[in-house]
């Protein structure tokens, strides 16, 4: 019943997020539609739900076209950022003030990474055999790409942006002429919000952090923005763009994509998750993204031609 209701809210969480973003219908199958109905049928006579699929946390009674876009969810709605923690777990602390040492780059970022990846709370939420996640890249990049949460490849790795989203994310750079290892990228999450296990103790899907658990981790996120110390910030979807624009400041991502604003003095831009990209395969999609990127290219004086101006615009 726990792993259902959990199931239920992260696919709840993520028919709110495409809402947010934009997308008005969903394409579902005869066959998923008369599961539904099976089921509503069921309850309505007072018949027990049926359990969730052994190989997946998210609900039989999903149609597979949303199960399929709960289990790589990225980009949840803002709303969800004030539910409790993890259900079951303990409550997540404030986060106690620390200094960064003084010194040169590469020794401050060396101390806040050793800092992050043995920090108490953050280890005794990373499950057996997977990794807390730290920011990587230049330290003296004009752009910092700033993303949610891990998901399952990150906390694998110990790395953020590994998985498809990240893939594609590493595409955009490319597209702007530059290299992943021109960039610095992070996220305001450094462990993978917990969900509940399969038999096989595997854990599937993702959901969206809690204002506690983004506060307590916002401080790690803020003193590498004063490592790297880069022209521009890049916060990559709705859960990210609420985290540093603060709690309360949009409903729809809409409201604030495109836009500058400003975050620990420096100048941010909003735009979607590449996750937007991976259910959104349109040029228009694509489109809205590149011309968020190509402001932050004129931001900080890279070269723009016009086969890059010209990406993605329907012909």
């Not at 028919?15 to 099976?38: F, H, P, Q, T």
Request: charged residues 25%; proline residues 10%.
């Amino acid at each position: 019943m726990f792993e259902m209701r959990a199931s239920l809210q992260a696919l709840t969480a993520e028919l709110k997020r495409l809402k947010a973003s934009g997308v008005k219908s969903l394409s579902v199958s005869d066959e998923s539609m008369k599961a539904l109905r099976a089921v509503v049928a069921a309850r309505a006579k007072g018949a027990p739900a049926a359990a969730p699929a052994k190989e997946s946390s998210v609900p039989a009674i999903a149609p597979p076209e949303i199960a399929e876009a709960v289990a790589r969810v990225r980009e949840p709605a803002p709303e969800f950022a004030a539910k409790p923690a993890a259900p079951g777990g303990p409550p997540v602390p404030e986060p106690a003030p620390f200094d960064l040492p003084e010194g040169d780059k590469p020794s401050r970022w060396a101390s806040l990474r050793e800092r992050v990846l043995r920090d108490a709370v953050c280890c005794a939420r990373v499950r057996p055999g997977k990794q807390v996640v730290f920011g990587v890249g230049n330290l003296d990049a004009k752009i910092m790409f700033v993303g949610e949460a891990p998901g399952g490849e990150e906390e694998v790795q110990g790395e953020p942006f590994v998985g498809p989203a990240g893939q594609l994310l590493t595409k955009m750079i490319t597209g702007m002429g530059l290299a992943r290892s021109d960039v610095y990228i992070g996220n305001i999450m450094n462990w993978r919000p917990e969900m509940p296990l399969d038999a096989g103790g595997v854990q599937y899907g993702n959901r969206p952090p809690t204002a506690q658990e983004m506060a307590y981790c916002l401080p790690y996120l803020k003193a590498q923005v004063r490592v790297v110390d880069p022209d521009v910030l890049v916060a990559l979807g709705a859960t990210a763009a609420q985290a540093l624009l603060g709690p309360g400041s949009f409903k729809a991502l809409g409201e604030v994509r495109g836009r500058w604003h400003e975050f620990a003095g420096k100048p941010m831009m909003v735009t979607y998750h590449p996750s937007y990209i991976l259910r959104n395969q349109s040029n228009r999609s694509k489109r809205l993204i590149w011309e968020d990127l190509l402001k932050v290219m004129e931001k900080v004086g890279l070269p723009i031609s016009e086969k890059q101006r010209g990406f993605f615009l329907e012909r």
